[in-house]
């Protein structure tokens, strides 16, 4: 049974730094890809980085340089640490992993690249 938990949301002044978390209970030691998207209220759901089996990130654009995402295998977490933050990067934050038979990921892969799904984490921006 694969649970994701997201944790570390919260309110960030612009130009700050903020840790999220995601463990992946029952996932990470046959995982795939793993990936963070990001919803704001009235749009679709985006992803924004993801890291494949070979531990290889992707990033989109916009985030290029300020996001970093990771995984501790040991520690069943995925991580997305976000430097110098915009007010465009408020929303929430859902970690996702696929069913384990991807090798390679890309920041922009649709929502159904991926089987499983965190309930979020709200991140605000001021």
């Known amino acids: 049974h694969v649970q994701l938990v997201e944790s570390g949301g919260g309110s960030v002044q612009a130009g700050g730094s903020l840790s999220l978390s995601c463990a992946t209970r029952g996932y990470t030691r046959r995982s795939g890809c793993l990936a963070w998207f990001r919803q704001v209220p009235g749009k679709e759901r985006e992803g924004v980085a993801c890291?494949?089996?070979?531990?290889?990130?992707d990033y989109i654009r916009s985030v290029k340089g300020r996001f970093t995402i990771s995984k501790d295998v040991a520690k069943n977490t995925l991580y997305l640490e976000i430097n110098n933050v915009k007010y465009e990067d408020a929303g929430t934050y859902y970690c996702?992993?696929?069913?384990?038979?991807?090798?390679?990921?890309?920041?922009?892969?649709?929502?159904?690249?991926?089987?499983?799904w965190g309930h979020g984490t709200q991140v605000t921006v001021s």
């Open positions: 996702a992993a696929d069913g384990g038979t991807n090798t390679y990921c890309g920041a922009d892969d649709p929502p159904g690249f991926y089987d499983y």
């Open positions: 890291i494949d089996k070979r531990d290889d990130p």
